[in-house]
Nanobody, 120 residues
Framework: QVQLVEFGGGLVQAGESLRLSCLAS????????MAWYRQAPGKQRQLVAR???????IYATSVKGRFTISRSNAQNTVYLQMNSLLPEDTGVYYC??????????????WGQGTQVTVSS
């Protein structure tokens, strides 16, 4: 079993910054892709950014140029630096990770989510 715990959410004003962190722990063999998703009130959960183990990154169009995803493979941690925050960035941010066990079977895990609220 792998657990994902997010840190760093909060309430900020538009234009400010936040940094989210997600730490994976437990019986870890190899974590491949890691990602951040968000779910705004009344909307579906959507991808914000994804990073492969090798560092290949994709961003949602709405956050390009404002958000930066990064990771530490040694520390099984993924980060999301969020700058120039907008009210529409408000939502619950979830960490997601693809774990490959020693037997090779992949399992996808989710964190419990952290609330980000951006006031105008």
């Amino acid at each position: 079993q792998v657990q994902l715990v997010e840190f760093g959410g909060g309430l900020v004003q538009a234009g400010e910054s936040l940094r989210l962190s997600c730490l994976a722990s437990g019986m870890i063999f190899r974590i491949n892709d890691m990602a951040w998703y968000r779910q705004a009130p009344g909307k579906q959960r959507q991808l914000v950014a994804r990073i492969t183990r090798g560092g290949v990154i994709i961003y949602a169009t709405s956050v390009k140029g404002r958000f930066t995803i990064s990771r530490s493979n040694a520390q099984n941690t993924v980060y999301l630096q969020m700058n120039s925050l907008l009210p529409e960035d408000t939502g619950v941010y979830y960490c997601n990770a693809d774990h490959q066990s020693q037997l090779g079977s992949p399992v996808n895990y989710w964190g419990q989510g952290t609330q980000v609220t951006v006031s105008s």
